[in-house]
């Protein structure tokens, strides 16, 4: 079956480094989403990828979606406190099809 | 107004004892969910319900069995309960069974005793 994984699993940055998680799915993925969980919380739809090669910003974080379809990236620009979380990203193989989430990267942010 | 409602928050109980998590979306959503995350974050597909007709059952114990009285309900009752079932249950919704987001729920933190 599909599988989806998320390097790295845990990530420790200072304030105001940056921070980047990759995804890698086994099979070509229809779409991607991307998910933030803070401690003690539910995890929160950020984004969703469609296209090839697509890239999208949301003030500091930055997705991509890989050419191939397989891979997909979030990349955090001068962490704050308040990026503190666990980022999920989740994969459908076709449209329509479940969504498989990765296992997560755990972030944590120094200040 | 919370979207996706989930009762209760925290279960404590005791190995062996049957126990029913109940969840309710007001969005109005076709599609409903439950997860199991365990201590490492992992976020494990349960059941998942699509107008009231179970669309995705994974690999698990048949100690536990999902409830869709309506769309915009989704309880789980587990029966005789494990040490290993200590996680956060998470129930989510969507708007279809397409490729629509997911709303997840607070959570509820199950510790077996």
């Known amino acids: 079956g599909q599988q989806v994984m998320q390097i790295p699993q845990y990530q420790h940055v200072q304030e105001g480094e940056d921070f980047t998680t990759y995804c890698n799915s086994s099979t070509t993925l229809s779409n991607i989403q991307w998910y933030k969980q803070r401690p003690g919380g539910h995890p929160v739809f950020l984004i969703q990828?469609?296209?090839?090669?697509e890239v999208k910003k949301q003030k500091r974080l930055t997705f991509q979606f890989g050419e191939a379809k397989k891979n997909s990236s979030l990349h955090i620009t001068a962490t704050q406190t308040t990026d503190v979380g666990t980022y999920f990203c989740?994969?459908?193989?076709?449209?329509?099809?479940?969504?498989?989430f990765g296992e997560g990267t755990q972030l944590t942010v120094n200040p | 107004d919370t979207a996706v409602s989930q009762t209760p928050k925290y279960l404590v109980t005791q190995m062996g004892n049957d126990k029913s998590i109940k969840c309710e979306q007001n969005l109005g959503h076709d599609t409903m969910y439950w997860y199991k995350q365990d201590s490492k974050k992992f976020l494990k597909i349960m059941f998942s319900?699509?107008?009231?007709?179970?669309?995705i059952n994974e690999t698990v114990p048949n100690r536990f069995s999902p409830k869709s009285p309506d769309k915009a309900h989704l309880n789980l009752h587990i029966n005789s309960l494990e040490l290993g079932d200590s996680a956060v249950y998470f129930c989510a919704s969507s708007q279809d069974w397409g490729n629509q987001p997911q709303h997840f729920g607070d959570g509820t933190r199950l510790s077996i005793l």
């Open positions: 319900y699509n107008n009231k007709e179970l669309i």
């Open positions: 989740a994969g459908r193989e076709t449209s329509g099809s479940r969504l498989t």
């Open positions: 990828l469609v296209k090839s090669g």
